[in-house]
């Protein structure tokens, strides 16, 4: 499977990803090509790092019209056969513009478990509600914000000590973990999707995977 990756900061995300190609943990992946719309993103050094071609399409190009730059997205893909669009910390919401061109084959890594805490600084959002458990979430893009079909979802607690850069650190160590694995299962022709039903063809799991729960606080009675 043909594989874009849209980044506009660090790249972290796509770090991993290239990391777990590298490793032998996603075959039949092919990274054709990283987008940016951020000229200083760190992503372009990992691209290039990883032997990937990296292109910059400014948003600001294109001032208000988001159908002039989603257009001019699906342009750049078009000469790489792109089949699959991962979303690796893009810092903008494609419409139906671009959607249209690739329907249901555009997936996003949000940092949060939805449906709850959609958006943008999702982190300052969970300390100051006080939630108990944080994390993760792979999931299609349907046009909505962060409103798409579950892939899969990684828990991680939310310490009572914890700022939004704390909470937002331990969040990207299962982000780390849960973009590959979903990535892979794309690459594999796994994910079936079903309304907004998503199950992953071939998966297994053990009674221990299924009866496994993270509780935070942790229990001091009833273990």
Not at 10 to 36: H, Y
Not at 89 to 97: D, I, N, S, W
């Amino acid at each position: 499977m043909k594989l874009a990756v849209f980044c506009s900061g660090r790249g972290s995300n796509l770090k991993a990803l290239l990391m777990a190609r590298d490793n032998g943990l996603l075959p039949g992946a092919e990274f054709q090509v990283v987008v940016t719309d951020n000229k200083g993103a760190g992503a372009m050094s990992i691209a290039r790092d990883h032997g990937v071609m990296a292109v910059v399409v400014p948003r600001s190009a294109f001032h208000e019209n988001r159908d002039g730059f989603e257009r001019r997205l699906v342009e750049v893909l078009e000469p790489y056969g792109v089949e699959l669009v991962v979303l690796a910390g893009f810092q903008r919401v494609l419409g139906a513009t671009f959607l249209g061109a690739f329907p249901n084959r555009v997936v996003n890594i949000h940092p949060a478990l939805l449906p709850a805490f959609p958006g943008h600084m999702v982190w300052k959002a969970e300390v100051d509600y006080g939630v108990r458990l944080a994390g993760a979430t792979v999931h299609f893009v349907d046009g909505g914000v962060d409103s798409g079909p579950i892939i899969i979802q990684g828990a991680v607690p939310a310490l009572s000590g914890d700022g939004p850069d704390e909470l937002a650190q331990r969040i990207l160590s299962v982000e780390h973990r849960i973009l590959p694995q979903a990535v892979a299962w794309l690459a594999q022709g796994r994910v079936v999707l079903d309304g907004r039903k998503v199950s992953i063809s071939g998966l297994r799991p053990s009674e221990e995977d299924v009866l496994q729960s993270i509780v935070w606080p942790p229990l001091e009675i009833g273990k």
